[in-house]
Each structure stands twice: as C-alpha cells, then as structure tokens.
C-alpha cells in the first residue's frame, strides 16, 4: 500500500528536508549537505509517494520547482514568505533550527492548506468502508488524475 507524503524542502548547501503522510505525522526530518536533485528525489521516494512539495518562500526556490516537476507534484508556497517569528510558531512542539525548521514548517503549513481536503476524503472513504485506500485517494486527487473523490474511488477499484 502506497503511502501519500508531503514534503517540506529548504534548498542551501545544507538542504532541509521534512516528510509527514496526509494525516499530518511526521515521517522523517533530516539535513542533507551538498544534496543534488537526484539524491534528495531518492532520499523522499523511499518513504511513500510525493503529492505536495512545500516552501516557506515566496517565490519558491528553482530547486524546489524542478523537484516538485520531476516527481509531479503540485508545488505549495505561502502567499507571502513566512517570516522566522512564523516558523517558530508553526513548529515550536519540535525544538529545531536552522533547514529543518524552515522545512518542516513550509511543510505544516501545506498539510493545514489541505486538511479540509484530507477530511472529506476520509469521511467519504470510511461512509463507503475503503478507508485503506486512503493515500490512493488522495493521490489521484491532487496530482490531478480524478475529477472528484467519487471518481478516484471509481478509478482505483477499477484498476485493482
């Protein structure tokens, strides 16, 4: 079973990289130093299926785009770049710094983006009893592959 991740990408020397699955719990958090594309897109891969990359900045790094395009995922930045005050905030329970900080919090701040969403497609899966397609759902949903929930389900069932 595929698991469906969002992940927080603070681009740098020093990459911050935060992943929490689409029921908003933290997966992995770690720094990687001189990380190229390919080792960061390997590194998230491993944990489930990519759907949302986040940052903290507005405008979004180039990095942070060409991952997001390459893994095919919608990309999330905040309309206005969150400031450190912010970031603290969002991610005070954690007591980190620095990349991670700044990854974790752009990636929090996509789960909240998308939290309406996650609900309403649990509510729908658990009427119909397919919560363990959950991730699918979600999946099909936000790398645009089905129109709405019913029809993700639809798509789903037909493939299994």
């Known amino acids: 079973m595929v698991k469906a991740l969002i992940v927080g990408i603070d681009p ?3 990459t911050g990289i935060a992943i929490l699955d689409v029921r908003g719990r933290l997966i992995a958090l770690t720094t990687k130093r001189y990380a190229q594309k390919s080792e960061i897109i390997k ?3 491993k944990f489930g299926e990519p759907v949302i ?4 900045v507005n405008p979004p ?3 942070v785009k060409k991952i997001a395009k390459s ?3 919608k990309i999330f930045y905040p309309e206005v770049s969150l400031s450190n005050f912010e970031k603290n905030e969002i991610v005070k329970k954690y007591e980190i710094r620095g990349h991670q900080k700044d990854a974790l919090a752009a990636c929090i701040k996509a789960y909240k983006n998308y939290h309406e969403l996650f609900l309403k497609v649990q509510d729908a899966a658990s ?3 397919v919560e363990n397609i959950f991730d699918e759902i979600v999946i099909k949903l936000i790398k645009g592959h089905a129109d709405n929930i019913a029809d993700a389900i639809k798509k789903i069932r037909k493939k299994k």
């Open 12 to 14: 740098g020397l020093n």
């Open 43 to 45: 590194y998230i891969s």
């Open 53 to 56: 990359i986040a940052s903290d």
């Open 61 to 63: 790094p180039e990095s």
């Open 71 to 73: 893994l095919g995922c």
């Open 127 to 129: 009427k119909i009893h």
